[in-house]
């Protein structure tokens, strides 16, 4: 019972500062009290797996890495002038949140840095038809796959005009993208990769006992065959303060809805109900 009481204990510390749900010794219990008291303790042990990534160490990651680059560029002899930063998808996004804030940590504006919108076929045209050669840099929170930084990265590039190497500063990545990334000649510059022997619930991990991960995975896929694992699969273990990537395990998350499982770290887009039209 102690033990228990202070594994909540750790949790709650770590994670309290996740926005979509506070996590409280109330969260975790009503959590816990769904599964069987056999499963509890490995749930517990699940919950202490988790890479939670808080606002200030997002922060400082993303400034951190700007920095890096920034020094690589300029003794390349490219000048602030010539290095584009790129929003990818719709206004709201983590990427342009990851952007505002490095642009107001690091005074992108005030050194002379360019910006553009992934959408605005125009202005990525034009900005870069000018500029001739020089630098796209993409700005994001975490990518799982990939699937979705390249289809957008994909849709940039052909509006790209010059000669320009490209580059993703990223505060947490899984090693599945970095491949997605390599074939494009993206590089990727993140403090973390998030490889799949972090994951207990991936195919390729050991952490946990062969019995209890087949458990685990069983309870996984008991609230979705299909994306029980997370997002293709991959059981990443990265929690973001703002909202958990879709390549996290249901176990954590819950139903799409929060019924009849709920999450203890559910995603903004989890307390959506079900779209009914959605298996057809």
């Not at 951190?64 to 002038?81: C, I, M, T, W, Y």
């Not at 994909?154 to 790209?160: E, G, L, P, T």
């Not at 991936?202 to 952490?207: A, D, E, G, I, L």
Request: aromatic share 8%; proline share 5%.
């Amino acid at each position: 019972m102690l033990l228990d009481s202070w594994a909540s204990f750790l949790a709650v510390r770590k994670l309290r500062d996740y926005r979509p749900q506070p996590v409280t010794f109330a969260s975790i219990d009503e959590w816990l009290k769904q599964f069987d008291k056999a499963d509890r303790k490995h749930l517990r042990l699940l919950l202490k797996h988790v890479v939670f990534v808080s606002e200030s160490e997002t922060r400082r990651r993303l400034v951190n890495q700007n920095k890096v680059l920034f020094e690589r560029l300029a003794r390349d002899g490219l000048q602030p002038k010539n290095i584009v930063y790129v929003q990818i998808d719709e206004a709201g996004s983590s990427s342009a949140l990851m952007l505002n804030t490095l642009k107001e940590a690091e005074l992108l504006e005030r050194r002379g840095c360019r910006f553009a919108d992934s959408k605005d076929i125009y202005g990525l045209n034009e900005t870069t038809n000018k500029l001739g050669e020089g630098a796209i840099v993409y700005v994001d929170d975490f990518v799982g796959t990939g699937d979705q930084f390249c289809r957008a990265r994909d849709f940039v590039i052909q509006h790209i005009v010059g000669t320009f190497s490209e580059f993703l500063i990223v505060p947490s990545i899984c090693e599945e993208a970095i491949y997605q990334l390599g074939k494009r000649g993206v590089e990727s510059l993140s403090e973390h990769v998030h490889g799949k022997g972090e994951r207990p619930l991936h195919p390729n991990c050991t952490r946990f006992h062969a019995s209890i991960k087949r458990r685990l995975v069983d309870l996984c896929l008991a609230i979705s065959p299909k994306w029980g694992l997370g997002y293709e699969g991959i059981a990443s273990m990265v929690v973001l303060y703002r909202n958990a990537p879709n390549g996290v395990p249901l176990l954590l998350r819950g139903s799409l809805g929060q019924a009849p499982f709920k999450g203890v770290l559910p995603r903004i887009q989890d307390f959506l109900p079900p779209n009914p039209r959605a298996a057809e």
